[in-house]
C-alpha cells in the first residue's frame, strides 16, 4: 500500500499556504468577470476539497449509477452534450445536434479536443462511447443502457466529423438523455485496459486530471491546463466522503473542506451562523409523495385519495419540517421540467373538505398505515409523521406511520406486483432529465416500475406521448399532469432541496441537477 | 501441558470458532432485508439487466452452493468481489485494517496510561476526596456513549478551539515508520505528528469507556490485594510503603487485568466501528457501516469474519501470556 508522501503534509498547512497565496491572487482577479473564464493568468494555487456522502464506486463513467460517482466523473469526463446551471440543454462536445428523421439524430463533434493523455478526440471515439453503453457486445451491461433508453447505436459518419446516432422509434427524449448521460471516452485507450484498470484510471476530456485515487479515501485531481475551454480556476480538487452528516459540517466548519453535501436542517444555523461557511440550496430534481395503491380499499376511491390531499397542511410541513427546504407540489411534474402544468395548484389545506370527502367516499373510520423510509430522504420519517399526524386529526380517518428499512420497502415496490406494495408508502424519485414524461411512466402508468396506480386514459395518453414531436408532447403531459392532479393517485407532497455548506473562500452556487461543478467555483 | 500443544489446541478450537462465525454471517445475509441488485441497480432497468446482474453476482444458485463456494473462497483468502467498487472484497477489507489497529491500540494507550494510576490512587486514598472523583469519573465514563462524546469532543477542541482536525487520517503510522527506517527523519516526525494529532481525539472517545473499566478494575484489585497477609508482612518486614504499593501489591493487581486489556482489544476494534463513523476514520468500521448501507454483502461478511479471526486468535494469545505472567496458571 503506498501513499503520497504529499499527503503527509498537514492539510492545514497547506490550506494555509493556499488561503494565502488565494488571498493575494483574489485581488487582482476581482475586477473580472465572475465567471473565472476570462482567460486572465489563473492564479497557481486554488485547492479546492468536496466532501459527499459516499466515495465514487469507481473511476468507470459507464459502471455506475449514483450521483457521488457522477460528481467525480463530470470533472474528467464530457458528454457531447449537457446542462447549464439553470438545467437547460447546451452543447459539449459536439457544437451542433439536429434531429435528422424520427429515430435518427446527428451530432457535430468539436475539433481541437484532446484527451488527457493528449490524443485528438474523434468521432468514431464518441460513437464508440455510446456503443460501450447501448450495446452489451462492445463493452460490458452498461447500468447506463436505460439511461439511454430507446437509442440502439451510433456510428461516425463517413468523412464528416459527425456521429449519428440511431434509437428505435421517435425517441422525443433523446437530447435530454445526452445532457445528462453517456461520457465520452477514448476508444483504443479503452481497449488496452482492463476493467479494473479503467475502474482505477481516468482519460477524458474535461477540466481536471486524475492524479491519484485512493479507493474508499480520496480522488485527487489537477488542473487540466490544456483544456479546450479555458483552464480552471481549481488547481487541485479532491474529493474525500464522510457518511455523518454531522460529520462534514464539523469538516466544513473546521475549513477542512470547501462543500459538503446534504446539510440536515436541524444543521443549517450551525453552518449559517459560522464566519467559515454558509448555506447554498437549490430546488432538487427529487420529488416526494405518498403513493396510494388504486386497487385497494380506502385507496381505490377517488374522493378518499382527494380527501388525503386536503387533510394536510403541507405549506406548513414545507416550512416547518423541512426549514423552507422544499417546494409544495400538485401534480408529478415538477416546475421546469418537460410537460409540468403551470395552471395546477396544490391542495389547499382543507379539513373541513377533507372529512367531507371521506364520507362521500364511504370510507369513514378508515384506519390507515404509512409506509416510510427513515434517513433516506431529507426528512423522510419527520415528513411521514407530519402527514400522517394531520391524517389522523380528520375526525373520521385514523392514521399512523410504520418506519421501514429502505432496502425491503424498495424491494417490495419493485416486483413489479401491485400486491406486494404496502397500501400507502413515501418514496422519492429524482429524474435528472427533467422530463416528466418519464416520471410519470415509471411511476404512474399500468406498467411503470414503481407504480402504484393504473389507469386506462393517462396509459394511453402516455403511449400517445411518445411519439409525438416536442411541443405537442409536452401539451400532452401537461394535460396528463392536471388529470393526476384530480384523480389524486398520489399525496402530493414536496419538491426536495439540495442544501450544501459552502466555504466562504469559494464562489459558488448549487444547481438543480445536483451536480457539484469545480470548473465553475472561483475564488471568493 | 506444554505450550505448544496448549496453543495447538486452542488454535483448533479457534478453528471451530470461526467456522460458526463464517456460517452465522454466511446465514445473515439471507434473512436480512434489501436485494442487493436492487440497491445496486436504480428502480428502473429491465428484468434482464436485472437478471444479468444477479447471475452475475452467484445469486441465481442454490444455497448450499453458494455456501460452499464462499467457504472454498475464504480457505484462498477470497471474500468475493465488493458489489460496490467490484474489487476483491479482501483487499478492501485489508486495507482498512492498519486505520482500526492503529485507533485500538491508541484507544487502549490512552485507557492503561489513565487508569492504571487512577485506579492505585483511587485505592491507596480510599474513601477521600480523590477517591470519589476517580469514581465519579468512571461511571460518567462507562454511561458515556461514544458517538456523544466523540461529537462533543469534536465541537469543543475542533470546531471551537481550533486544536485538532475533525476528522480523517491523512497519514497512518507505517509511513513514518518505514520514513523512520529509511532514515528519513524529517518526513517521518511529519507522519508521526500528524497521525497522533489526528488519532488523539478519536483515541480519547473509543478509550473512554474502556478507562472507566479499568479503573475500576484497578482499583478494586489493588484493595483485595492490599488486605492480603503478604501485603501485611511485607509492611511488617519495614518495606516502604511505595515498593509495597508498587511492586507487590500492583503487579498481581495487573494479572486480571492483562486479561481484560487484551480482550477489550477485540472488543475495540469491533467497537470502533461508532466512533470510526463519526471521525470519519478509514478504518473496518466506517467500511461496515458504508458496506451495510449500500448493502455490499461479500464486505460486510468479510469484515465480520476479520473481527471475529481477530477475537479468537487474541483470546489464545491473552490465555497464553496470561499463564507466563501468573506461573500458578497452568495450561490445560
Given at each position: 500500500m503506498s501513499r503520497d508522501t504529499r499527503s503527509s503534509v498537514g492539510r492545514r498547512d497547506f490550506l494555509k499556504a493556499a488561503g494565502g497565496a488565494a488571498a493575494t491572487a483574489s485581488v487582482a482577479g476581482c475586477l473580472g468577470g465572475d465567471d473565472g473564464s476570462e482567460g486572465e493568468e489563473q492564479p497557481d494555487e486554488f485547492e479546492v476539497s468536496i466532501t459527499q456522502g459516499q466515495m465514487p464506486s469507481g473511476l468507470d463513467p459507464h459502471d455506475h449509477r449514483e450521483t457521488p460517482t457522477d460528481v467525480v466523473m463530470l470533472h474528467a469526463y464530457e458528454g457531447v452534450l449537457s446542462r447549464n446551471a439553470d438545467g437547460q440543454v447546451i452543447e459539449k462536445l459536439a457544437t451542433e445536434y439536429e434531429r435528422v428523421e424520427d429515430g435518427q439524430v446527428r451530432f457535430s463533434i468539436r475539433e481541437d479536443v484532446q484527451f488527457h493523455n493528449g490524443d485528438d478526440l474523434t468521432p468514431e471515439d464518441v460513437a464508440y462511447s455510446i456503443n460501450r453503453i447501448v450495446q452489451e457486445d462492445v463493452g460490458f451491461a452498461s447500468p447506463q443502457r436505460d439511461q439511454l433508453a430507446g437509442v440502439t447505436g451510433a456510428e461516425a459518419a463517413d468523412g464528416e466529423r459527425a456521429v449519428v446516432v440511431t434509437s428505435d422509434g421517435l425517441n422525443p427524449v433523446v437530447f435530454q438523455e445526452f445532457a445528462t448521460y453517456c461520457d465520452v471516452m477514448q476508444q483504443s485507450w479503452v481497449e488496452d485496459r482492463s476493467k479494473d484498470e479503467i475502474g482505477k484510471q481516468m482519460n477524458g476530456t474535461g477540466p481536471f486530471v486524475l492524479d491519484d485515487y485512493t479507493e474508499d479515501e480520496e480522488v485527487v485531481m489537477s488542473r487540466n491546463e490544456d483544456y479546450w475551454r479555458d483552464p480552471a480556476e481549481v488547481s487541485q480538487l479532491t474529493f474525500t466522503a464522510a457518511e455523518e452528516a454531522s460529520t462534514r459540517v464539523n469538516q466544513l466548519l473546521n475549513e477542512e473542506t470547501d462543500i459538503v453535501v446534504n446539510v440536515p436542517p436541524q444543521e443549517v444555523n450551525r453552518v449559517e451562523d459560522s464566519d467559515a461557511a454558509r448555506i447554498a440550496a437549490a430546488p432538487s430534481t427529487r420529488i416526494i409523495y405518498n403513493a396510494m395503491r388504486y386497487d385497494v380499499e380506502p385507496f381505490s376511491s377517488q374522493q378518499f385519495r382527494q380527501a388525503m390531499n386536503y387533510a394536510i397542511d403541507l405549506e406548513s410541513i414545507v416550512s416547518n419540517v423541512l426549514g423552507g427546504f422544499g417546494e409544495q407540489t400538485g401534480q408529478p411534474t415538477l416546475e421546469g421540467f418537460v410537460g409540468h402544468n403551470p395552471d395546477v395548484e396544490p391542495y389547499p389545506y382543507d379539513p373541513e373538505e377533507a372529512e367531507r370527502l371521506v364520507e362521500e367516499s364511504g370510507h369513514a373510520g378508515a384506519e390507515i398505515e404509512l409506509h416510510t423510509p427513515v434517513g433516506r430522504y431529507l426528512k423522510d420519517l419527520e415528513i411521514a409523521q407530519a402527514v400522517a399526524g394531520y391524517i389522523d386529526e380528520l375526525s373520521n380517518v385514523s392514521a399512523s406511520v410504520n418506519q421501514r428499512d429502505f432496502g425491503a420497502l424498495v424491494d417490495e415496490l419493485l416486483t413489479g406486483n401491485i400486491e406486494d406494495k404496502p397500501p400507502w408508502y413515501l418514496i422519492g424519485?429524482?429524474?435528472?432529465?427533467?422530463?416528466?414524461?418519464?416520471?410519470?411512466?415509471?411511476?404512474?402508468?399500468?406498467?411503470?416500475?414503481?407504480?402504484?396506480?393504473?389507469?386506462?386514459?393517462?396509459?394511453?395518453?402516455?403511449?400517445?406521448?411518445?411519439?409525438?414531436?416536442?411541443?405537442?408532447?409536452?401539451?400532452?403531459?401537461?394535460e396528463v399532469n392536471g388529470m393526476l392532479h384530480e384523480r389524486a393517485p398520489w399525496i402530493y407532497l414536496n419538491r426536495q432541496y439540495s442544501v450544501y455548506g459552502a466555504s466562504e473562500r469559494i464562489d459558488w452556487s448549487a444547481r438543480s441537477d445536483e451536480r457539484i461543478d469545480a470548473y465553475a467555483i472561483s475564488q471568493q | 501441558m506444554s505450550l505448544s500443544r496448549f496453543l495447538l489446541k486452542r488454535a483448533l478450537q479457534g478453528l471451530f470458532v470461526i467456522w460458526g462465525v463464517v456460517t452465522v454471517v454466511f446465514g445473515l445475509r439471507f434473512i436480512s432485508p434489501g436485494d442487493p441488485a436492487n440497491v445496486l441497480l436504480p428502480p428502473d432497468v429491465s428484468e434482464s439487466t436485472r437478471q444479468q446482474v444477479v447471475a452475475e453476482l452467484g445469486l441465481d444458485q442454490p444455497l448450499y452452493v453458494q455456501y460452499l463456494d464462499y467457504i472454498a473462497g475464504l480457505l484462498v483468502g477470497d471474500m468475493g468481489t465488493s458489489l460496490v467498487t467490484k474489487t476483491e472484497a479482501s483487499g478492501r477489507i485489508i486495507g482498512k485494517l492498519p486505520a482500526t489497529l492503529e485507533l485500538a491500540v491508541a484507544a487502549t494507550i490512552v485507557a492503561v496510561v489513565i487508569a492504571i494510576p487512577l485506579g492505585v490512587l483511587s485505592a491507596t486514598r480510599r474513601h477521600e476526596p480523590a477517591d470519589y472523583g476517580a469514581t465519579v469519573f468512571s461511571l460518567a465514563g462507562i454511561s458515556t456513549p461514544n458517538f456523544w462524546l466523540g461529537i462533543m469532543l469534536i465541537i469543543v477542541f475542533a470546531v471551537q478551539l481550533n486544536l485538532f482536525p475533525t476528522s480523517r487520517r491523512p497519514v497512518g503510522i507505517d509511513d513514518g515508520v518505514a520514513h523512520l527506517v529509511a532514515f528519513q527523519f524529517g518526513l517521518a516526525w511529519n507522519d508521526l505528528s500528524t497521525w497522533l494529532w489526528h488519532v488523539t481525539l478519536p483515541a480519547i472517545t473509543l478509550g473512554t469507556y474502556f478507562t472507566a473499566l479499568i479503573t475500576r478494575l484497578t482499583r478494586s484489585g489493588m484493595l483485595e490485594e492490599l488486605g492480603q497477609g503478604y501485603v501485611r508482612a511485607a509492611r511488617a518486614k519495614g518495606l516502604p510503603e511505595t515498593l509495597v504499593r508498587y511492586k507487590h501489591a500492583l503487579r498481581n493487581t495487573l494479572i486480571p487485568i492483562i486479561t481484560v486489556v487484551g480482550l477489550q482489544l477485540g472488543t475495540l476494534i469491533g467497537g470502533a466501528v461508532i466512533t470510526e463513523a463519526v471521525f470519519n476514520w478509514p478504518g473496518l468500521g466506517t467500511l461496515i457501516i458504508n458496506s451495510i448501507q449500500a448493502r455490499d454483502w461479500p464486505v460486510v461478511q468479510g469484515s465480520i469474519i476479520v473481527i471475529g479471526v481477530g477475537f479468537v486468535v487474541l483470546n489464545i494469545l491473552v490465555d497464553a501470556l496470561y499463564a507466563y505472567v501468573n506461573p500458578q496458571v497452568t495450561y490445560d
Open positions: 424519485w429524482g429524474e435528472a432529465t427533467f422530463d416528466g414524461g418519464l416520471v410519470i411512466t415509471a411511476l404512474l402508468t399500468t406498467d411503470g416500475a414503481l407504480s402504484s396506480y393504473s389507469d386506462e386514459e393517462i396509459d394511453e395518453m402516455m403511449e400517445q406521448a411518445g411519439s409525438q414531436a416536442a411541443e405537442e408532447r409536452e401539451q400532452t403531459i401537461q | -
